[in-house]
C-alpha cells in the first residue's frame, strides 16, 4: 500500500504562486506516473499534470505554461509549482499514484484563488 499526504495548500491572490507537495510513504522510484488532479466544486475531478518516472510530462490545457510538476525520489515527494495563480484554480488538490497496479489517492489540499 501507498499512504500520499499533500500539503501546502492555502488562500492566495490572483497573480500569486503556491507549491504543493505530496509526500509518499514509501519510495516513489518504481511509480511510473505520478500526477495531480483537482475538483472545483460541483465539477468533476479533473487532470492538472502527470509526471513519468522518466521525467516525461503532461498538462491540463488550462494550466500549461503557469504550473510546473516535479519529483524527488530521494525524498519520495511530488511536487506542484503553481504561478500566475487564477480564481478559477480555485479547487481541491489530489495526488495520485499507481502502485502495484492499484490507483492511490491523496486526501486532497484546499486552494483558494480570490480575484
Known amino acids: 500500500q501507498v499512504q500520499l499526504v499533500e500539503s501546502g495548500g492555502g488562500s492566495v491572490q490572483a497573480g500569486g504562486s503556491l507549491r504543493l507537495s505530496c509526500a509518499a510513504s514509501r519510495s516513489i522510484f518504481s511509480m511510473n506516473i505520478m500526477g495531480w488532479h483537482r475538483q472545483a466544486p460541483g465539477k468533476q475531478r479533473e487532470l492538472v499534470a502527470t509526471?513519468?518516472?522518466?521525467?516525461?510530462?503532461s498538462y491540463g490545457d488550462s494550466v500549461k505554461g503557469r504550473f510546473t510538476v516535479s519529483r524527488d525520489n530521494a525524498k519520495n515527494m511530488l511536487y506542484l509549482q503553481m504561478n500566475s495563480l487564477k480564481p478559477e484554480d480555485t479547487a481541491v488538490y489530489y495526488c495520485?499514484?499507481?502502485?502495484?497496479?492499484?490507483?492511490?489517492w491523496g486526501q486532497g489540499t484546499q486552494v483558494t484563488v480570490s480575484s
Open positions: 495520485r499514484t499507481i502502485y502495484d497496479q492499484r490507483l492511490y
Open positions: 509526471l513519468t518516472s522518466s521525467g516525461t510530462t
